[in-house]
């Protein structure tokens, strides 16, 4: 089973309307990103979480809004959907040990197309 | 502030040549370095890392990458292209206190490989 899962795969939707998406992770790991992949511009953070109680915007956050419901659960929220939103979604994972070197662990992804 | 260049948004290599894939950053302080993988329609995949030890990393798939602090470059390279290479390409920073476990990508390189 994958370490890291998003749900859903693919979603379209019209503009105007909320829209959810979930990740879940059985990593054990303390903290959770959400980015958006657009061509030619590689991957933009939107939100981080470095645990349940903590919640930072990254540098696209206009427009989103994220809940941490649990160590496993990082979802990311669009209020009100508009076309520029169209793009690839990614959540990540990543350590808080001593030990750790910040590796960020990725889920497969969310194709969100906004009509 | 942290940022990465990727030099070469495609590059096309044919099957057996050399593979190399060009990433220079910068940071405020020392880097952790990454690449990762993300093959179609799928999610990004760890391929090597510099973590502050050895200046040459070896990772998965026959792929090496060398850490140049003088040329603030981090290359990543391949004796001989195979086709399962065709993929896009992502080099990214992390590192300082008040960057911490977050992410700076580049754009990314997409390479095919031609018979």
């Known amino acids: ?32 990103y959400w980015y958006r992949q657009d061509p030619g511009l590689g991957l933009r953070l939107i939100y981080y979480s470095f645990d349940v109680k903590d919640i930072n915007k990254g540098e696209i956050s206009d427009g989103y809004s994220v809940s941490r ?28 040990g001593g030990q750790s070197d910040g590796t960020q662990y990725f889920g497969p992804g969310t194709r969100l197309t906004v009509l | 502030a942290q940022s990465v260049t990727q030099l070469g948004s495609h590059v096309s290599v044919s099957e057996g040549a050399l593979v190399l894939l060009r990433c220079n950053y910068s940071s405020s302080v020392p880097p952790y370095l990454f690449w990762y ?35 603030t470059s981090f290359h990543l390279t391949k004796p001989s292209a195979h086709m399962s290479d065709a993929a896009e390409y992502f080099c990214a920073v992390s590192g300082g206190t008040d960057s911490w476990g977050k992410f700076q990508f580049g754009a990314g390189t997409q390479v095919v490989v031609t018979p």
């Open chain 1, 69 to 96: 419901q649990a160590q496993a659960k990082f979802s990311l929220s669009l209020e009100s959907a508009i076309p520029n939103q169209t793009a690839l979604y990614f959540c990540a994972t990543s350590d808080l």
């Open chain 1, 1 to 32: 089973d994958a370490d890291v899962t998003q749900t859903p795969r693919n979603r379209i939707t019209k503009t105007g309307k909320r829209i959810m998406l979930e990740c879940s992770q059985t990593k054990g790991h303390d903290r959770m």
């Open chain 2, 37 to 71: 993988v993300q093959y179609p329609n799928q999610g990004l995949q760890l391929l090597l890392k510099y973590t502050s030890a050895a200046t040459l990393v070896k990772g998965i798939n026959g792929f090496e990458a060398e850490f140049k602090k003088s040329e």
